[in-house]
């Protein structure tokens, strides 16, 4: 943990993210898996690290990322440090712990599992901020496994460290407005105030989430005119917009794009930007098994009964979900006060622990499975 504390890795800095990349090839060439490490422009190498050659279709995926939020020069700034049994440091718990657990994970696995199962890892270098090329991988491997084990931190606000179920899915909607430019002081009449329409508009649109279970829209981006003695011809609104589940996202969106093809003040057209879309990471009847079975696992190794919650943040669990594979999140270390570099904490005595439990859970699949 220590040595990938030590790295830069903020997303987008592809130096920093395909120096870990190179070290997990290295381990996992070195146990006789099948490596590659497709290129994501702007982001980097990824990895793909399969336990039999075939790259091409996954019975299980082992998720985790490479990149972090923190800036470069972090890594100096914010060193790898021990405190009892809570490891402190930039990127410490998101996700640099859990990314290597999943190679111990995977060194110690007993050979029938990893004859019996293809198993693979997957290391995104783009989790915490997306490029169409990292989507566009991600996309095509989430295509290739019905299962998938995603490694962002076990949520340390709960005792013992939860489990997530649930992720809602995360999309930034902007609205723009047209209007009329004139001169404020000469003949303010003429013109058509786009920044007025959009002041109108942003309490319409957030008041939609109050009809739908588990949704957010807030309107957190503005901008809009020229200088102040000019009627505002242009204004935009960018919403983050979080929902439970994609029927949900689909009525949201088209209640948004009704409201703007109507208008919100006469003489200003508003425009919803068609936005990219993503998914909720979803529970599903396929899911509620894979649950039932890190919950049987636990129990034969007598760990307490995880806690599965449903959470605000989206991860890559939603892009596995998206393609209908079965998911479960949050299987990695233990952590807490993600992305702030000073306090952010793993807690390396959870490490073992959860080490076991997915190793035990890939035991029960490549023995019995789902």
């Known amino acids: ?36 490490t497709p290129y994501c422009k702007g982001r980097g190498n990824a990895l793909v690290a399969t336990s039999h050659k075939n790259q091409d279709r996954y019975d299980v995926v082992l ?7 923190q800036p470069v020069g972090n890594a100096a700034k914010y060193p790898f440090r021990l405190d009892g049994h ?20 995977c060194k110690d696995l007993p050979k029938r599992v990893t004859e019996k199962l293809n198993i693979a890892v997957i290391i995104n270098p783009g989790e915490e901020s997306g490029s169409d090329a990292s989507r566009a991988f991600m996309a095509d491997q989430a295509k290739k496994t019905p299962l998938a084990l995603v490694y962002e931190p076990g ?14 899915g995360s999309i930034f909607v902007t609205v723009k407005f ?41 309107g957190d981006v503005v901008k809009g005119g ?59 009847p396929q899911s509620e098994k894979l649950i039932g079975l890190v919950d049987k696992a636990a129990a034969e190794l007598g760990q307490k009964k995880p806690q599965w919650l449903t959470v605000g943040g989206a991860s890559d669990g939603n892009k596995f979900s998206a393609q209908g594979a079965a ?20 807690d390396l005595s959870t490490a073992l622990p959860r080490i076991q439990l997915s190793q035990r859970v890939l035991t029960l699949l490549a023995d019995k499975g789902l």
């Open 178 to 218: 047209h209007g009329k430019p004139a001169h404020a002081g000469n003949n303010p009449e003429d013109g058509r105030n786009a920044v007025y329409a959009m002041s109108l508009a942003i309490p319409q649109i957030s008041a939609i989430a109050k009809k739908y279970e588990g949704v957010t829209l807030n």
């Open 63 to 69: 998720c985790a990322h490479s990149d972090t939020v």
């Open 155 to 168: 949520r340390g606000e709960i005792p013992g460290g939860g489990f997530v179920a649930v992720r809602k």
């Open 327 to 346: 998911v479960v999140c949050a299987m990695g270390v233990v952590g807490g006060n993600l992305h702030n570099p000073e306090t952010e904490w793993s």
């Open 86 to 105: 809570k490891a402190y440091g930039a990127g410490v718990a998101d996700d640099k712990s859990s990314l290597n657990a999943v190679w111990w994970i």
């Open 226 to 284: 020229t200088a102040p003695n000019t009627i505002a011809e242009h204004a935009e609104v960018t919403f983050d917009f979080r929902f439970m589940n994609d029927k949900t996202r689909d009525a949201v969106l088209g209640e948004i794009d009704a409201m703007c093809k109507k208008g919100f003040m006469e003489g200003v057209k508003s425009e919803l930007v068609p936005p990219k879309i993503s998914s909720a990471l979803a529970r599903t």
């Open 1 to 36: 943990v220590a040595e990938l504390v030590s790295i830069d890795s903020k997303s987008g800095y592809e130096e920093g993210s395909n120096k870990i990349i190179d070290i997990f090839a290295k381990r996992f060439r070195s146990i006789g898996w099948t490596v590659s």
